[in-house]
Structure formats: structure tokens, C-alpha cells
């Protein structure tokens, strides 16, 4: 006979979280350059249009899908120089996290620990599609989060649920 409490179901909830990345992966990677070769041909600094969103999902109950979306849109005084977009997705295990904590985790840490993959990835589309390689600046996941919480209580469409 042991003094141990009997686990609880669904996991200890005085143990502590078990976060796992158990694969990262490219879902889609599209990369045009609608001018060729005309827009290789020294435009001069481009305007770059930048868009990052983020959504989650539960595959069972400790399994999770996380998704980055990268949209990079670059356009010069003759017209567009390249648009290129980037889905990429980590999946995680997590363990004996509650459920309020589990949305802010999902959608602010894990995506922080996908993107400089991401990041790379983008970069090298944009250099071998022969541009300079466009280098993302760190992205504020937890700012972005805040953003999709005031959407979704101002009426707009929920952007990332777990």
C-alpha cells in the first residue's frame, strides 16, 4: 500500500505541464514573381506589405496543431516585385496545463517556437526567387494575441481557438 494520492482522471492536476514539439512542418509555400525578369532589374527599396496571423487547434486531448501564417507582399514603383506566403505548423503535445492557461500557450509560446523556422524558410523562397532574403523581425505573438482577443469581443471573427 502506497501513501501517493490516486491519479486523477485526465491527468495530475498538481503535476507540472509537459510541453512537447512533436514536429514542425511546411503546409503550403508559394512564392510568385509575377515581373520576372523585369523586377529583377534594380527597383530600388520595395514596399513590403506584411501580414502574420496564428490559429490553433486540438487534434485529441493533448495534441495540438499550431499554425503560422506569413504573408510577405512586395511592391515597387513598377508594380509588383514578388508576394510570398507561407503556412507552417508545429505540433505539440501538452500535458497538465489547465485550460485557461492552454489558449494564451498555444497561440503566444508555441508559435514563438515554430517561427525562426518559418522565418528561415521565408527568407530562403524570397533570396532563391532572387531577391535579397527577406529577414522577419521577431514578432510579438503575445501583442498579436491581445489583438485577436479585442476582435473577438468587438463582434469580429474569431482568428485563433484552441
Do not use: H, W
Amino acid at each position: 500500500m502506497t501513501d501517493a494520492p490516486a491519479p486523477q482522471p485526465g491527468g495530475d492536476s498538481g503535476a507540472a505541464p509537459m510541453i512537447r514539439v512533436l514536429g514542425q512542418y511546411v503546409k503550403d509555400l508559394s512564392f510568385e514573381n509575377p515581373n520576372a525578369p523585369d523586377s529583377l532589374r534594380g527597383q530600388g527599396q520595395p514596399e513590403i506589405d506584411l501580414s502574420v496571423d496564428v490559429n490553433a487547434r486540438a487534434l485529441d486531448d493533448e495534441t495540438f496543431e499550431v499554425v503560422l501564417v506569413l504573408s510577405a507582399n512586395a511592391k515597387a514603383e513598377t508594380g509588383p516585385l514578388f508576394i510570398a506566403e507561407l503556412t507552417y505548423a508545429g505540433l505539440f503535445a501538452i500535458r497538465n496545463l489547465d485550460e485557461r492557461a492552454r489558449e494564451p500557450f498555444l497561440l503566444i509560446e508555441c508559435p514563438r517556437l515554430i517561427f525562426p523556422f518559418a522565418r528561415r524558410i521565408l527568407a530562403d523562397a524570397t533570396r532563391d526567387g532572387g531577391f535579397p532574403p527577406l529577414m522577419l523581425e521577431p514578432v510579438d505573438f503575445a501583442a498579436l494575441y491581445r489583438q485577436q482577443l479585442a476582435q473577438q469581443q468587438s463582434g469580429g471573427a474569431p482568428q485563433g481557438t484552441a
